[in-house]
Every structure is written in C-alpha cells, then in structure tokens.
Nanobody, 125 residues
C-alpha cells in the first residue's frame, strides 16, 4: 500500500485548507484511515480518523469543531477539511491506513500499518 498526500501549502490564520490522501496497492484491505501531524521539534500527534465499515470518525481535541475527515466511496481516498486554521496547526500532515478496525481508540500508532510521506502545512499568524 502506498499513501500519497496532497493539498498542503501556506495559509494565514483563519484560512481553510483541504488535504487529500489517495491509497494505491492493496488499499482495499484497509479498515481505517487517518491523519497525523508532526510539528518541528515535536512528536507526531493524532488529528483524525475514519473507519470504513460504519463511517465513524474520531478527532483530537484540537481538531474537533474545526477539522472534518471524510472518505470517498472508493474507500481509498480520504480528505481533511481544515477550517479556521491556527499557527499551531503548522506541521507535516501524514496519512495513515490500517488493516483492522477493532480498536477502541485510533489516536495511537498501533492501528496503522501504512504511512504516507506527508504534506507540509504552514500557517502564519
């Protein structure tokens, strides 16, 4: 499985960006896809996830109310709509996918088997 992210760029605080991730290869074996981000000098952190079987979505506290994760019917493409961006949203946004969706939580690394290279988001205040 190869995951390719797109849609990153430079934005000002309050702006919106929409990230996309497309999976190729055996992506149809994935049961969950999600977004993480890594800011300079910080650890990677969970942003949002979606499970394909029931469409359930999961968000970090910082993403709730501002970001929306969605998946397309092809089950290989997800998006992250980011509204009201803040400077602290700056970082590399990575797409992830996992084979199983039996986890109670999706905010750690364990549920994910594949990772993309990331797309850079820079938000200036």
């Amino acid at each position: 499985v190869v995951l390719v992210e797109s849609g990153g760029g430079v934005a000002q605080a309050g702006d919106s960006l929409r990230l996309s991730c497309v999976g190729t290869g055996d992506i149809f074996s994935s049961r969950v896809m999600g977004w993480f981000r890594q800011a300079p000098g910080k650890e990677r952190e969970f942003v949002a996830a979606i499970t394909w079987s029931n469409g359930n979505t999961y968000y970090s506290d910082s993403a709730k109310g501002r970001f929306t994760i969605s998946g397309e019917n092809d089950r290989k493409t997800i998006h992250l709509q980011m509204n009201n961006l803040k400077s602290e949203d700056t970082g590399v946004y990575l797409c992830a996918a996992g084979r199983y969706a039996y986890y109670r939580r999706y905010d750690g690394d364990e549920p994910y088997d594949w990772w993309g290279q990331g797309t850079q988001v820079n938000v200036s205040s």
